[in-house]
């Protein structure tokens, strides 16, 4: 939810961009789409359709996160020339860095899982449970890189809370950049400005 | 009913290649993030 917004508010700036400079908006040119198309597989039937994910053992589950976050790193490699891929790239990197030495999943504490669920709810789950569609609740001294897990959380009183890591901003980020650059290197768009008031 | 289906033909042939090509990068790039980000609202569990 907190992505899509990343990628919606960057095409609302890269539209209002492309206007201010008089020129048309395209969408970035991304080489080799379909590896996302590729990685997305795993995901879909392993986390997020009700119909299997109850069927698929953790361990297959959570090799499936691995191999479809790898996917996406070789996406990002064929698409480095585009600016804002390298902030996608690092926070994929560290969210892959963090769930690979985690046992496969996202970790997040109780603490952090008590914002999001009543206290019921949190209750029938043990230490080690999978939570929601990618994460595990694990205790802060068993978790490996715990400043990459899911801890961050917007202020109490927030409408929308939701648990998200420092890999997560900068995927955000970089969607956000990407989209309002149209993946153009930031120089050229300058030039281009610079050209166009003489 | 004749009309009808005369302007559905109008309209998909005004959708070209590029058309495609634009939402097939746009798809790629939502799922792309949906996959690559693990924010967690919760939504999934009982409330």
Known sequence: MILLVAILSGLAAGLCLARLQKRPWTIPPLRKPWLVIIAF??????????????????NLAAAGLIISLVLLL????????????????????????VIAANGGFMPISRQTASRLVPPETLATLGNGDRFGYKDILLLPEQTRLNWL???L???????????????????????????ATQGKPMEAGKNKIAKDTG | MKTQIAKLFLFTQKI??????????????????????APEDGGLLPH
């Open chain 1, 74 to 97: 070789i996406f990002c490699w064929f698409n480095l020339r585009l600016s804002g891929v390298w902030l996608l790239a690092l926070g994929l990197a560290f969210n892959l860095l």
């Open chain 1, 149 to 151: 897990s899911d801890h």
């Open chain 1, 41 to 58: 597989l795993p995901q879909f039937f392993y986390m997020y359709l009700p119909a299997t994910r109850t069927r698929v053992p953790d």
């Open chain 2, 16 to 37: 070209n290649s590029q058309h495609i090509q634009i939402a097939f990068a746009l798809l790629a790039l939502v799922l792309f993030v949906v996959c690559a980000g």
């Open chain 1, 153 to 179: 959380l917007p202020p109490e009183g927030f409408p929308y809370q939701v648990a998200f890591s420092p890999g997560d901003m900068f995927i955000a980020a970089g969607a956000f950049w990407l989209m």
